[in-house]
């Protein structure tokens, strides 16, 4: 059941520390590093004031949405959550359940602790799959493949998180990943490739891990690879967008992953206006980092977003309630996104634009 505390999704936040692990709710809340980036994320919100708007009739109003390929009837999606297993004993299939209900695209992680066919069985008809490029080409195909098989309708590349960054937080919090949070799809991934021979001046970041990260010749080769749309998560630099673009991709995600791999990347927010303005009015864009309201929802589809996702919200609410909770979240989060809309006498989400801010 729905606690009779929870009156505004972000309240999910709040009570979501009595239904899990101390060091578990860390590991969720935090960033990396030293957590600069992450709380910057909420702040940016703060930094918007909304126009109340007179007199205007939106009585036939509604949130629908077309994002690249697809109609959605509102505009919130579920962004890529490793291990919900974290959150839910039940884990992927739970959130499964509440995005179908919902009419929630809901995007599947790579690292996700349950199948992506059992996901796709119980996710309707919405569902996108989020990629993380494999060691081995073999291995990344066969995602893509397995992917394409159970109807996922397009692929969402992350391309931020080359090197996982540790959160300083989680690691004082004392947090493991627990036992039963394996990647369910990883089974064929080759090993890394091997270390390079030992030599004085070999760094273990540039010789080592950044070995094995995609340039953009792998991100071409994944589009001629892809029957799917490509889309690319985790730009911020409006010269990334416009070269994605012209490359190809579909559409991108703009997001610094939650605040969780470069600490010190800019919010989210703070460069959405100069890349809707770099990439031009009509390709798809949409946006993650901070959503904790409807309002938040308002202001990011104000300054260029098509759509936006929501990240920590989807593990708070299964925490402390399951399906329930998470479609309990996205309706809250729909509705005020409505109440925000119908104040500021915008009809559908084609209405809201920037004039419709206020810098604080
Ligand atoms: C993430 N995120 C993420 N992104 C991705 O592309 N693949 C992944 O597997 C994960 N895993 C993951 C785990 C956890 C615990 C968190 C909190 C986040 C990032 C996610 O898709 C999204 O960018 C952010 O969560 C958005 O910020 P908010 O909504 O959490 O503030």
């Given at each position: 059941?729905i606690p009779?505390e929870i009156r505004c999704a972000q309240d999910y936040e709040v009570l979501a520390r009595r239904f899990m692990?101390a060091?578990t709710y860390e590991y969720i809340l935090g960033g990396?590093?030293?957590d600069?980036?992450a709380p910057?994320n909420l702040d940016?919100f703060?930094?918007?004031?909304?126009?109340?708007?007179?007199?205007?009739?939106?009585?036939?109003?509604?949130?629908?949405?077309?994002?690249?390929?697809?109609?959605?009837?509102?505009?919130i999606?579920l962004a890529?959550v490793?291990?919900?297993?974290l959150a839910h004993?039940?884990?992927?299939?739970?959130?499964?359940?509440?995005?179908?209900?919902?009419?929630?695209?809901?995007?599947?992680?790579?690292?996700?602790?349950?199948?992506?066919?059992?996901?796709?069985?119980?996710?309707?008809?919405?569902?996108?799959?989020?990629?993380?490029?494999?060691?081995?080409?073999?291995?990344?195909?066969?995602?893509?493949?397995?992917?394409?098989?159970?109807?996922?309708?397009?692929?969402?590349?992350?391309?931020?998180?080359?090197?996982?960054?540790?959160?300083?937080r989680?690691?004082?919090?004392?947090?493991?990943?627990?036992?039963?949070?394996?990647?369910?799809?990883?089974?064929?991934?080759?090993?890394?490739?091997?270390?390079?021979?030992?030599?004085?001046?070999?760094?273990?970041?540039?010789?080592?891990?950044?070995?094995?990260?995609?340039?953009?010749?792998?991100?071409?080769?994944?589009?001629?690879?892809?029957?799917?749309?490509?889309?690319?998560?985790?730009?911020?630099?409006?010269?990334?967008?416009?070269?994605?673009?012209?490359?190809?991709?579909?559409?991108?995600?703009?997001?610094?992953?939650g605040g969780r791999?470069?600490?010190?990347?800019?919010?989210?927010?703070?460069?959405?206006?100069?890349?809707?303005?770099?990439?031009?009015?009509?390709?798809?864009?949409?946006?993650d980092g901070g959503i904790r309201s409807g309002t938040d929802v308002?202001?990011?589809?104000?300054?260029?977003?098509?759509?936006?996702?929501v990240g920590r919200l989807q593990l708070y609410a299964l925490s402390v309630a399951?399906?329930?909770g998470v479609?309990h979240m996205i309706?809250l989060l729909?509705?005020e996104?409505?109440?925000?809309?119908?104040?500021?006498?915008?009809?559908?989400?084609?209405?809201?634009?920037?004039?419709?801010?206020?810098?604080?």
């Amino acid at each position: 059941a729905i606690p009779s505390e929870i009156r505004c999704a972000q309240d999910y936040e709040v009570l979501a520390r009595r239904f899990m692990a101390a060091p578990t709710y860390e590991y969720i809340l935090g960033g990396s590093g030293r957590d600069q980036t992450a709380p910057a994320n909420l702040d940016a919100f703060g930094q918007w004031s909304v126009y109340p708007r007179l007199l205007r009739d939106v009585s036939a109003g509604n949130t629908r949405v077309a994002v690249g390929a697809d109609t959605f009837s509102h505009p919130i999606l579920l962004a890529p959550v490793a291990f919900h297993k974290l959150a839910h004993p039940a884990g992927e299939l739970e959130t499964a359940r509440a995005a179908h209900a919902m009419q929630t695209c809901m995007v599947t992680s790579t690292l996700a602790s349950c199948t992506l066919e059992d996901i796709a069985r119980l996710a309707g008809p919405q569902r996108w799959f989020q990629l993380y490029f494999q060691h081995d080409r073999v291995a990344t195909l066969e995602l893509l493949a397995r992917a394409e098989a159970a109807g996922y309708r397009a692929i969402v590349v992350t391309l931020d998180a080359s090197i996982q960054v540790a959160s300083l937080r989680a690691l004082r919090a004392g947090f493991q990943m627990p036992a039963e949070c394996v990647a369910a799809n990883l089974t064929s991934d080759g090993p890394p490739p091997a270390a390079p021979a030992f030599e004085p001046e070999a760094s273990r970041i540039f010789q080592g891990v950044m070995r094995a990260a995609p340039t953009w010749r792998d991100l071409e080769w994944l589009m001629a690879n892809s029957s799917l749309p490509v889309w690319v998560k985790g730009v911020l630099h409006p010269d990334d967008a416009l070269a994605l673009r012209a490359a190809g991709v579909a559409g991108i995600v703009v997001s610094n992953h939650g605040g969780r791999s470069l600490d010190g990347a800019p919010a989210s927010l703070a460069v959405l206006p100069a890349i809707r303005d770099t990439v031009g009015a009509q390709y798809p864009l949409l946006f993650d980092g901070g959503i904790r309201s409807g309002t938040d929802v308002f202001k990011a589809l104000a300054l260029g977003a098509n759509a936006v996702l929501v990240g920590r919200l989807q593990l708070y609410a299964l925490s402390v309630a399951g399906a329930l909770g998470v479609a309990h979240m996205i309706k809250l989060l729909r509705e005020e996104l409505e109440v925000c809309m119908a104040l500021a006498g915008c009809a559908t989400p084609a209405e809201i634009d920037r004039g419709a801010l206020l810098r604080a």
